[in-house]
């Protein structure tokens, strides 16, 4: 992991492919896809910037979410994440964030980290899928509530993908464990939905 000069302002997101099923196989971790915003947190001493899928700076929608992880004790760190509204049995819903958004009442939101890409000054793009988790989770002990770690499950992509269905998510996002975090789509991480539809056009426009 080599010393970098500073966090970057912004990093172009990792994205995933489309598949009809997911891969087999220990070669791979499988997450929750989550029904929200795709958000990088930056954080640098005591201050947390959000931004979007294209850089565009989100902070000030999201005044909660920024001053929680403005809490993680950390001299710099690059998040990537899913900014949601979260229903009472534990889905995600996007048209919950919408309106959630459009009302500037968004306290209640959970952010979901699920990859690190700069800690400390060290630059963890190049470092595995798993090492790159670990870190991640090990920073966020101790976090707000409104601040989640993204777990995985290792193996089992069709279990995982028709236990997540059942649980009325929208489906899962299956990423290689020792790929390292490259912007756009390499094919090393898949998304396998429940329930075939359109993406949304709003979560695309930022």
């Not at 959970?110 to 090990?138: I, Q, W």
């Not at 790929?179 to 949304?200: H, I, M, T």
Request: proline share 5%; hydrophobic share 35%.
């Amino acid at each position: 992991m080599p010393k970098s000069s500073g966090t970057p302002s912004f990093i172009p997101p990792q994205l995933s492919q489309l598949v009809k099923a997911p891969p087999e196989g220990d070669a791979w971790a499988h997450e929750l896809k989550y029904d929200g915003y795709r958000i990088h947190a930056r954080l640098t001493g005591r201050e947390a910037r959000l931004l979007t899928r294209t850089g565009l700076d989100w902070t000030d929608r999201y005044q909660a979410t920024a001053k929680a992880l403005s809490g993680i004790k950390t001299r710099g760190a690059y998040l990537d994440g899913e900014l949601c509204a979260v229903r009472p049995d534990g889905t995600t819903s996007f048209a919950e964030l919408q309106a959630a958004t459009d009302s500037r009442c968004t306290h209640h939101l959970v952010y979901f980290a699920f990859d690190l890409l700069f800690l400390n000054g060290r630059d963890m793009r190049a470092a595995p899928l798993l090492d790159r988790k670990g870190r991640l989770e090990a920073l966020l002990k101790g976090a707000p509530q409104s601040i989640q770690y993204s777990g995985h499950h290792i193996g089992d992509g069709k279990r995982i993908l028709d236990a997540a269905c059942g649980a009325k998510a929208e489906g899962i996002i299956s990423k290689r464990v020792d790929a390292p975090y490259v912007p756009g789509n390499r094919g090393l991480w898949r998304k396998s939905k429940c329930v075939n539809r359109e993406e949304d056009a709003g979560r695309k426009s930022a």
